[in-house]
């Protein structure tokens, strides 16, 4: 489904899912287009995706994307950086998606635990609601703790607290501390 015009970056991101598909990488939407499925609706600018993929396979796949007419930036994170690789790509009209390569100290069972959402007819995979809480409590920023604590209170199913509290330990202390105030509300 192809972007007809600005503020469309979820339509991007579809193509970019279509792709990933067809080159059988695992991948799980992040980032507030996440937020929206756990109960948070906002605005952005971008879609994000988290990717199970090597940095040199993400630069094989830059290429790839750039081939298909976007422009593409590869952006490596040095040894603080909790990403690390970022492949941005966007359209002719600026609509964006970042994927990521990767994310420090994420529980690599991550991808199977993602979610099949469909969104304009097609089926998009997005982090479960506990990826995405213990994702917004090792961010630890404002919105972040915002979009947690709306992913927490919103679901039809409860959530699981200690597969929760485990892949929020993995990012460290401050992440599991963040948890535990929101867990304490």
Request: proline share 3%.
């Amino acid at each position: 489904m192809k972007a007809r015009g600005p503020g469309q970056s979820a339509l991007l991101l579809l193509d970019v899912a279509a792709r990933l598909a067809e080159e059988k990488i695992d991948y799980a939407v992040i980032g507030a287009m996440a937020a929206s499925v756990h109960g948070s609706i906002r605005a952005t600018r971008d879609a994000d995706a988290l990717l199970s993929i090597t940095i040199p396979r993400l630069g094989t796949l830059e290429k790839t994307f750039r081939r298909m007419g976007f422009q593409t930036k590869l952006s490596r994170g040095d040894a603080d950086d909790p990403i690390p690789a970022l492949l941005a790509i966007t359209d002719r009209f600026e609509n964006r998606v970042d994927l990521l390569a990767g994310l420090r100290n994420l529980d690599p069972d991550v991808f199977s635990r993602s979610l099949t959402v469909q969104f304009f007819k097609t089926a998009i995979r997005v982090v479960s609601r506990e990826d995405f809480i213990a994702m917004k409590c090792f961010a630890g920023g404002l919105q972040d703790i915002v979009d947690a604590r709306e992913a927490m209170r919103a679901g039809d199913e409860p959530l699981d607290i200690d597969l929760l509290r485990r892949v929020t330990r993995r990012f460290g202390r401050e992440a599991a501390d963040h948890l535990e105030q929101l867990l304490a509300a």
